[in-house]
């Protein structure tokens, strides 16, 4: 998901309104530093609360399954809604599935409804590249580039990302801040943060197997944060 929709448009409106096990090669690489890399199983789940300025706004999960061939399937769906009393003054959903095999992406997909605007992508992997074709990009990806989905790991070493909700590709600069102790899914743990310079600044935080634990914004005053309902 990129999170350029959850900024400009929500932010600026809510202001007005005052996937079997996986082989050793699967997705999530073995990253340098973590003393066990995290590799997801079917039936693991991230589930995020998603709040602004402490208030909750929404939620956040990634669902992983099996697929043919030991492939792993990766299916996000985020909700996310602001109101005032009953009535429901904007609503923001997505669903996007990513599916790997052998360490590679070989097809992702995505829908989202942005109050109303919809917007729609799908990759596929032919050859040395993907190919794409979405609503804001048409055209070939590098094979190896990862989508904005924030669970994999693998995004901390990237300069670039698929957005799964209408195919954009942009460039990211992610800068190591250290080790932090925060709270996590009922716990407190340690954690490794990470600030991701793209459209938007975001901080998102790993812990010591490469799960992702926590993530943060800031527009305009508006402190969003998301808060992992349990650990996996």
């Known amino acids: 998901m990129t999170l350029k929709s959850l900024i400009v448009s929500q932010i600026v409106l809510l202001l007005s309104l005052g996937g079997t096990a996986l082989a050793d090669d699967a997705a999530v690489p073995s990253a340098s530093g973590l003393e066990k890399a995290w590799k997801p199983k079917a039936g693991d789940e991230i589930r995020f609360n998603v709040l602004r300025k402490g208030n909750p706004f929404g939620s956040h999960t990634v669902a992983f399954e099996s697929g043919p061939d030991n492939a792993l399937i990766a299916k996000t769906k985020v909700g996310l809604k602001a109101g005032l009393g009953p009535i429901t003054v904007f609503r923001y959903d997505l669903s996007a599935s990513e599916t790997w095999r052998g360490g590679e992406l070989v097809s992702v997909a995505g829908t989202s409804n942005d109050d109303g605007k919809k917007s729609s992508m799908k990759a596929r992997l032919s050859g040395n590249a993907l190919d794409v074709q979405g609503s804001v990009f048409t055209g070939e990806a590098p094979a190896d580039i990862i989508p904005a989905s924030h669970w994999n ?4 070493k990237s300069s670039q990302l698929l ?27 340690e954690a490794n943060r990470y600030f991701l310079d793209s459209d938007l600044d975001v901080d998102i935080w ?3 197997q490469g799960r992702w634990v926590k993530l943060a914004f800031e527009a305009r005053g508006q402190q969003i944060e998301y808060v992992l309902d349990k650990m996996y």
């Open 153 to 156: 790991y693998a995004q901390t």
């Open 163 to 189: 957005s799964t909700e209408d195919g954009e590709i942009y460039k990211v600069k992610v800068t190591p801040k250290g080790r932090e102790t925060i709270k996590a899914g009922g716990q407190t743990i």
């Open 206 to 208: 790993y812990d010591d």
